[in-house]
């Protein structure tokens, strides 16, 4: 039997936000690629230009949603997974820059 003085089991806590440093390195890294390709003349980046711009909105709409004090644990979870993989394809396709001639 739990004492009151027990923490709640985790999976009755809230999922931890995304620390404020890592969501600014994100939207860094986001915004450094859709400038950096969409600079880019290589007839190559044109389309990754296009993909690239609503990649700052997307971060956005998860950030949103997962501070959102209505959605549940699995939504927030999933939201800040979401965030997290869109930081990382952003740094993932600075490096492959110079693949398109940038």
């Known amino acids: 039997m739990r004492s009151r003085q027990q923490?709640?089991?985790?999976?009755?806590l809230?999922?931890?936000?995304?620390?404020?440093?890592?969501?600014?390195?994100g939207r860094d890294a986001c915004?450094?690629?859709?400038?950096?390709?969409?600079a880019c003349t290589a007839a190559a980046a044109a389309e990754p230009c296009k993909l690239a711009k609503p990649?700052?909105?997307?971060?956005?709409?998860?950030?949103?949603v997962a501070t959102r004090s209505e959605v549940d644990?699995?939504?927030?979870?999933?939201?800040n997974d979401s965030?997290?993989?869109?930081?990382?394809q952003c740094i993932e396709l600075v490096a492959k820059l110079p693949q398109l001639g940038c």
């Open 7 to 12: 923490a709640a089991p985790a999976a009755e």
């Open 14 to 25: 809230p999922p931890a936000p995304i620390p404020d440093a890592e969501v600014a390195r």
């Open 31 to 38: 915004a450094a690629y859709v400038a950096q390709v969409c």
């Open 55 to 64: 990649l700052p909105e997307a971060i956005q709409v998860g950030l949103d």
């Open 73 to 79: 644990r699995m939504t927030v979870v999933q939201a």
């Open 83 to 88: 965030v997290r993989k869109t930081f990382k």
